[in-house]
């Protein structure tokens, strides 16, 4: 390490040339004679004085050529410096990295000595900077996103979003694991669903709770998972929750993997983890909260909203929507007969024969005390009375018992649907196979009643 004098650099480096300079011009002439020239010619004061001059002139060019070479290059890695300060100090507040892009802080590395190295490095520092950037933007909006959303669909699609921003990737989908059947929650990219659910990939992802990397060669088109792209790898994240398999992350990229990104997911497979939790807890209490305890069907709040969406999908994309309106018959003598724990076991068993009958897709709405109305997803009028016979036969032929008595019992049946029945709204739909439902009940009871075009027939 040189001896410092001052403590500027330069200024050092000038007094030591120059006096290495002057060193060397005095002692010049002892030299000089030491090799065999005459004393009077050297220790003469005007040779003295020459040598003198001339390491003094050397010093000063040496000082200048180092001025000239080294200091530019300094001043250029210091200025770059000052940019990536600047720039970190006014990102912290305003969150703007604009001031120092790659190229703008990168610095030319065009020598092999330490300065070179110094270059090198001062690049490598950038680039790791922004990769840290990176990172932390990823990290804060992944987090505001687990954060700030608990449905389900939305917070997987936001999720994707993400992970597909800061990947790379060109192709994903987050599956969700759901009494041991996988489901896409979302998608980009994806040509064929089924293919993902039923991979091997993905089960031993889920089965061994390791990340599965899939490598392809080049020019290798698969078309039946991806879009139409060359994938050069697929990696497969398992999601889960305290041990407990909760789905799987995939995603595709037309290249490989970087180390960055796959510590990246790591990070971000814990945090969706715990939100994925969440999101799902949040799924099931809203379902519960949704639910007739005792019949398992949509409670009336819950029913109606769905009834509305159903009727705006019917008016979208013109198909038919059939409406049942159905009443146990003569169910106030049942609780006044045997009690209200039988009436409730008689709402339990007309509730199960009822979704014995349905479709997938019906829904059973518990409307009042024993009234019912039912959703009817694409069923015209003659569907719907159609279905509606079949679940008024299957409660009739249904029983409870009670010690050795069985109690049998009936229920009557109101039915329209929707174009046919062409009303401006769907609480106007539900009133008219309520007056369906008070024919039936007036005709005698244990029938179904249709309402056609606001007519009975």
Not at 112 to 133: C, M, P, Q, T
Not at 268 to 294: E, K, M, P, T, Y
Request: hydrophobic content about 45%; overall charge negative.
């Amino acid at each position: 390490m040189m001896l410092r004098i001052t403590k500027k650099l330069f200024t050092d480096l000038a007094i030591w040339m120059i006096g290495f300079g002057l060193l060397n011009g005095i002692l010049f002439p002892i030299f000089a004679y030491g090799l065999g020239i005459e004393a009077e010619q050297v220790f003469t004061v005007t040779f003295w004085a020459a040598t003198i001059t001339a390491g003094l002139i050397t010093g000063i060019i040496n000082y200048a050529l180092a001025m000239l070479v080294v200091k530019p290059r300094l001043k250029i890695l210091a200025d770059h410096m000052h940019i990536v300060e600047s720039t970190i100090s006014d990102a912290n507040f305003t969150g703007n990295w604009s001031n120092c892009s790659a190229d703008i802080c990168r610095v030319e590395a065009d020598s092999d000595d330490e300065i070179g190295e110094s270059a090198r490095a001062f690049n490598d520092l950038v680039e790791a900077l922004f990769r840290a950037h990176k990172i932390e933007t990823a990290v804060n909006d992944f987090s505001k996103t687990l954060s700030s959303q608990l449905e389900l669909d939305i917070l997987s699609k936001q999720a994707l979003d993400l992970f597909l921003q800061y990947t790379d990737a060109m192709a994903g989908a987050i599956l969700i694991e759901s009494s041991g059947e996988l489901t896409i929650s979302a998608h980009h990219g994806i040509t064929d669903s089924q293919y993902l659910i039923n991979s091997d990939h993905i089960r031993k992802a889920q089965r061994t709770h390791q990340c599965q990397r899939i490598l392809f060669p080049e020019n290798i088109k698969i078309e039946a998972l991806l879009a139409s792209f060359n994938p050069r790898e697929i990696i497969v994240i398992p999601l889960e929750f305290k041990n407990i398999s909760l789905g799987v992350i995939v995603l595709a990229a037309n290249k490989i993997f970087d180390k960055d990104v796959t510590r990246m997911l790591q990070l971000f497979r814990h945090s969706f983890g715990l939100a994925l939790n969440n999101a799902l807890a949040h799924s099931n209490l809203q379902r519960i909260a949704a639910l007739d305890v005792l019949t398992g069907a949509y409670n009336r709040r819950f029913g109606l909203t769905r009834l509305k969406e159903e009727f705006n999908r019917a008016i979208r994309s013109d198909t038919s929507l059939g409406i049942i309106m159905m009443d146990i018959d003569h169910f106030k003598s049942v609780n006044d007969t045997y009690g209200h724990m039988v009436g409730d076991r008689v709402l339990g068993q007309i509730a199960e024969s009822t979704y014995r009958a349905l479709r997938e897709g019906d829904v059973l709405i518990r409307y009042g005390g024993e009234e019912f109305l039912i959703l009817l997803p694409g069923a015209s009028c003659a569907n719907s009375l159609q279905l509606g016979e079949r679940i008024r036969r299957l409660i009739a032929e249904s029983t409870v018992q009670d010690g050795e008595q069985s109690i049998n019992f009936t229920a009557s049946l109101g039915i329209t649907a929707f174009p046919e029945n062409n009303v401006e709204g769907e609480l106007e739909l539900v009133k008219h196979a309520d007056d369906a439902l008070y024919t039936a009940k007036h005709q005698g009871r244990n029938q179904v009643v249709l309402v056609q075009n606001n007519f009975k027939t």
